[in-house]
């Protein structure tokens, strides 16, 4: 359980909840200062103490970056959202044209997305759906240009088309192998299949979308 705060230590918290929420970042010590009617070193002393207290963690004894914690020590879920781009549309089923323009974006949950530079597809078409991706679905891709047979990815098709498949990698060449009894797997040259990313995730149908 997490020591009781005094009234002024309270009252930083608060004021540093609503700055965070407000702004998305802490304001500096020298603005929470004189926004708080206090000194420079109450305010730091202050911010050691909420945070051995386990009410905030910094990023660093100078940095502005504080997370505001819960009960479990987590940051808090105002605190965790991020926001990725929507690049395209992606076809699970029968490939379409890569699209490079934004199509809008998805917020998610930092705590359970944390790799860089996510994005998001859309996927169209049923071939997927016996690993749960279904047509509607934003697939949420980490990066990488390799990938392990058996992992699910989004290739880039001779340069221009591009699809989700599970993917597997043979002697004479790439397999990619639908998840639908519908859709026979298609064998391609080592030079015909780009790697483009991983699916870490799912956001199912259209919500989420900013």
């Not at 808090?76 to 699970?92: D, L, N, S």
């Not at 047509?135 to 699809?163: F, H, K, M, W």
Request: aromatic fraction near 6%.
């Amino acid at each position: 359980m997490r020591r009781k705060l005094t009234n002024k230590q309270a009252h930083l918290l608060a004021y540093l909840q609503q700055s965070i929420s407000r702004e998305g970042q802490a304001p500096s010590l020298r603005q929470t200062a004189s926004d708080l009617g206090v000194s420079h070193a109450a305010v730091a002393q202050s911010l050691r103490i909420l945070e051995d207290k386990g009410y905030v963690k910094r990023e660093g004894r100078y940095s502005r970056t504080i997370h505001i914690l819960n009960r479990a020590h987590e940051t808090a879920g105002h605190q965790r959202w991020r926001e990725i781009p929507v690049v395209g549309q992606v076809t699970a089923g029968l490939p379409m044209y890569a699209q490079e323009e934004w199509a809008g974006s998805v917020v998610l949950d930092a705590g359970l997305y944390r790799g860089q530079n996510l994005f998001a597809l859309r996927i169209h078409g049923d071939s997927m759906q016996g690993a749960g991706i279904l047509d509607g679905d934003l697939a949420i891709c980490e990066p990488r240009q390799y990938a392990q047979s058996g992992e699910i990815v989004v290739v880039l098709i001779n340069s221009e088309e591009a699809t989700v498949k599970r993917f597997f990698l043979h002697r004479d060449g790439i397999e990619l192998r639908p998840e639908n009894p519908r859709y026979e797997p298609v064998r391609y040259g080592f030079d015909e299949v780009l790697v483009q990313g991983k699916v870490v995730g799912l956001q199912r149908g259209k919500e989420g979308i900013c």
